[in-house]
């Protein structure tokens, strides 16, 4: 082997080290960004800051930063979350903020085109599946793949799908509850309601307006939510408590107040009931042998959204069903995307590439 192709190998060798190739998780909350044979190296919220001028965007931050200006901006910025529900509310936006990750994960200035994968809710519509993956393609992509958002939360929590087994995963994102039964490496059974940690949010924003006359951000509502939400009544009727800040209804100015668990319990009652509702609807339509394996093996939740206190149980409560939360249940899905990437010739048949 002469010099020249010994140099060749290596650099092959290298390239094959460092690919470009990623999967992304484009969540309504989050945006997860994992990098074939690296892992999970990026997550950041999904918002963008930007200044008008001219008619013209131009954007000021991205993730993090453009977080801690929501609800905070003058007249000339506005930070706002491209994603809704799981699918892009606004195009040029959304193709900003995935070029920013992409910069990110990439130091280097100089990659080759990335092959990406990327999550969508098993409800999109086939308008806004071509939004994302124009998007995608858009921001740098040789190519871009579709991968059904339950499919990778199930990957991600390491259960069998690809057995002759019934799966059942409930995936509760930002925007979005993916409910779905999975067998055979695909979707048996698969419902998306449009309830998640966003209508969590609302729901405690307009309870505090309507019993306390109190009106909160949407920072604060993630805040209490994360901080002491629960899905059920605390078994003293009060539970933890937390103090909060916004503005009075009644005579404008600011004021403190406190809010026990017991209260926030009441303000989800109805996000967290549309949610057992999907998983029951979900049931109800399994077939017979299929719902056998789920009894036996119980219900895997995902999803930022299986993190709220006791919400386990709430589900147990109503299915009987045993009701496990997994590992890493906020990087489910983008884990499950990398392993599509990583595995992808074993995973095709779950990865649209539209030719």
Same mark, same amino acid.
């Given at each position: 082997?002469?010099?020249?192709?010994?140099?060749?190998?290596?650099?092959?060798?290298?390239?094959?080290?460092?690919?470009?190739?990623?999967?992304?998780?484009?969540?309504?909350?989050?945006?997860?960004?994992? &990098?074939?044979?690296?892992?999970?190296?990026?997550?950041?919220?999904? =918002?963008?800051?930007?200044? =008008?001028?001219?008619?013209?965007?131009?954007?000021?931050?991205?993730? %993090?930063?453009?977080?801690?200006?929501?609800?905070?901006?003058?007249?000339?910025? +506005?930070?706002?979350?491209?994603?809704?529900?799981?699918?892009?509310?606004?195009?040029?936006?959304? %193709? +900003?903020?995935?070029?920013?990750?992409?910069? $990110?994960?990439?130091?280097?200035?100089?990659?080759?085109?990335?092959?990406?994968?990327?999550? &969508?809710?098993?409800?999109?519509?086939?308008?806004?599946?071509?939004?994302?993956?124009?998007?995608?393609?858009?921001?740098?992509?040789?190519?871009?793949?579709?991968?059904?958002?339950?499919?990778?939360?199930?990957?991600?929590?390491?259960?069998?799908?690809?057995?002759?087994?019934?799966?059942?995963?409930?995936?509760?994102?930002?925007?979005?509850?993916?409910?779905? &039964?999975?067998?055979?490496?695909?979707?048996?059974?698969?419902?998306? =309601?449009?309830?998640?940690?966003?209508?969590?949010?609302?729901?405690?924003?307009?309870? /505090?307006?309507?019993?306390?006359? /109190?009106?909160?951000?949407?920072?604060?509502?993630?805040?209490?939510?994360?901080?002491?939400?629960?899905?059920?009544?605390?078994?003293?009727?009060?539970?933890?408590?937390?103090?909060?800040?916004?503005?009075?209804?009644?005579?404008?100015?600011?004021?403190?107040?406190?809010?026990?668990?017991?209260?926030?319990? +009441?303000?989800? *009652?109805?996000?967290?009931?549309?949610?057992?509702?999907?998983?029951?609807?979900?049931?109800?339509?399994?077939?017979?042998?299929?719902?056998?394996?789920?009894?036996?093996?119980?219900?895997?939740?995902?999803?930022?959204?299986?993190?709220?206190? +006791?919400?386990?149980?709430?589900?147990?409560?109503?299915?009987?069903?045993?009701?496990?939360? *997994?590992?890493?249940?906020?990087?489910?899905?983008?884990?499950?995307?990398? $392993?599509?990437?990583?595995?992808?010739?074993? /995973?095709?048949?779950?990865?649209?590439?539209?030719?």
């Amino acid at each position: 082997m002469t010099a020249q192709e010994r140099n060749t190998t290596r650099m092959s060798g290298l390239g094959n080290l460092f690919s470009s190739d990623m999967a992304i998780d484009l969540g309504t909350a989050n945006t997860l960004v994992y &990098v074939k044979g690296r892992g999970v190296i990026l997550s950041e919220p999904s =918002v963008v800051a930007y200044h =008008v001028k001219e008619g013209q965007k131009k954007v000021l931050a991205v993730g %993090e930063d453009a977080k801690l200006m929501l609800g905070r901006t003058p007249g000339s910025i +506005e930070a706002i979350r491209p994603m809704r529900e799981g699918v892009i509310a606004d195009f040029d936006v959304a %193709e +900003e903020m995935i070029k920013h990750f992409i910069r $990110k994960v990439h130091k280097r200035t100089t990659f080759s085109k990335p092959k990406i994968i990327v999550c &969508v809710p098993h409800g999109a519509t086939p308008v806004e599946k071509r939004a994302i993956r124009q998007s995608v393609l858009s921001a740098g992509a040789r190519r871009a793949g579709l991968i059904a958002e339950p499919i990778a939360a199930a990957i991600g929590a390491g259960m069998p799908i690809t057995d002759p087994t019934g799966n059942m995963v409930v995936d509760i994102g930002g925007g979005t509850t993916e409910v779905a &039964v999975l067998s055979l490496g695909d979707i048996v059974y698969a419902r998306s =309601v449009r309830v998640g940690g966003d209508r969590m949010d609302e729901a405690i924003i307009s309870f /505090l307006r309507r019993q306390h006359n /109190l009106l909160i951000g949407e920072s604060t509502a993630e805040r209490i939510k994360t901080s002491i939400g629960t899905a059920r009544m605390p078994d003293d009727g009060r539970g933890q408590s937390m103090p909060i800040r916004g503005r009075d209804l009644l005579n404008g100015v600011p004021k403190e107040t406190e809010i026990s668990q017991a209260q926030v319990a +009441e303000a989800l *009652a109805e996000p967290v009931q549309q949610i057992c509702e999907a998983v029951m609807t979900a049931l109800e339509a399994t077939p017979p042998d299929l719902a056998a394996d789920i009894v036996d093996r119980g219900v895997m939740l995902t999803g930022g959204g299986a993190l709220l206190g +006791e919400l386990d149980l709430a589900l147990r409560e109503q299915t009987g069903l045993a009701i496990s939360v *997994a590992d890493e249940s906020l990087n489910c899905v983008a884990l499950g995307t990398g $392993k599509a990437l990583e595995y992808e010739k074993q /995973l095709r048949h779950v990865i649209d590439y539209e030719s």
